[in-house]
DNA sequence: CGATTCATTGATCGAGATCAAAATTGGTGG
DNA sequence: CCACCAATTTTGATCTCGATCAATGAATCG
């Protein structure tokens, strides 16, 4: 849970990060631990239920016809996802863990009564909404106009910085349990082509990697490089005027 | 006024979306029209309003400091946007009119009141925003997985739906008051390339043009050929428990 | 009508895709 | 500790879709 109340600290103070964290859990949650490529959200079914990750990676992705898959984002520690099922309606894209990941499953109906008794809790998790959906448009950003290689670092930006708010400070190191198939689906790219590109990247001293963990050498370059701006992921806080 | 009533009209009914109208017309608005290229928020500022598209187009855009230019989505008539501003932060992108256009701008501060008195108020609006993640979330797979001819499609298609809720009434004619560099900015293609895959798309009997206006020949062949699934903008109506 | 913006067409180039083979990695069990 | 296996990664050769550069051809609007 510790992953959870980071996150949200990032934008309530401490007393209200408690009392989200503790609605949530006296709520008709269930804490589950599945292993890799659990499908916890079923493209076309109505899940009926919101995520809380606790620990491990997921992914939402979409599959095409012919077999192509785009991941549309990741699912960190700390993670709420899945707020759009309050509004009963079908899922279009599936979520799936990556590693072995615990979460909390929250049943709909009762985070929605939650949500009424406790209006200013609705805040938060609006804020929850906001943040992810900047995520997306920055990832069309990415897909849509960077280079394989401007891509790849900005991802990394955006990763560490993510994961960092998980932790609770900074890390400099991304533990990527992701094959190159997975960031080729996530970029737009072929493993083949993230294979190369990752290569020369290291070759040019941008990052390193051992054991699946990228070391990101020197983030103001790859910043730069990257057209990764630092602030775009709103860590300021609410001012939700009452 | 009519066009956000009938968007509206897909998820509430009749009394309800009447009453979302008169909550929202009686609060502190204005209504204003601009001449195209009118920039409505501005990336880095915090708008503290909310807009209704009521006629004319608009872009929500992301400029790169080497001049490039992502399109992240189309506000239509109808549309309801810049959700964000609610919790009072920093805009990641900039909005700007296509077209003269009419909107309502809505102060932030009452329309939270208003949600907060009104609560059932909310369930729609939350719809909009989770409507808006789902076409950011197709976009994505759209720019990152898709060829030229299937982006263009697939966007095509999704106008075409759009504007026909706008309308209240299905429309097979798409009036696209944009430049080749407009598509190409939204799509991650380049204008050139634009026009020589919509040329061979009207070679291949998909599409007709004439005077700005698309004219979708084959729905069923062009969906199929773009991987456009009809049914992911959920249209369905929502069920907030009470 | 000019003038300016926008679209088309042609020629060439290049980033990333594809196909296929070889090299690494990471278990698993003897 | 080592041998074996499957999955993943890397490397090489070649191809292609879309980019780039540049010129020509409509529209649109004073």
Redesign the interface.
Known sequence: MDTFRNRIAQYVDAPMAERIVKTLTELDTEERTDGPGAELVRAGTRPNRLFVMLDGWAV?Y?L??DG???I?NFMLPGDLFD??V?????A??SVATLTQATFLCVGA?GF?QAL?EA?DL??AF??A??Q???M??????R???LSARERIGHLFLELRRRLSAARGGAVNDVGLPLTRTDLADM??LTPVHISRTLSAMKRDGLIEENHRTIAITDRARLARLS?F?D??L?V?R????D
């Open positions: 939402r979409r095409l016809c192509r898959r785009q549309v707020l759009q309050l509004g009963d309606l079908e279009d894209h109906t929605l009424r209006g609705a805040s609006w804020w909404a906001v992810e959906e900047s997306l448009r920055e990832h069309i950003v897909v849509g106009q970029l737009g057209q701006d602030s775009y709103h300021r609410l001012v939700f005027t």
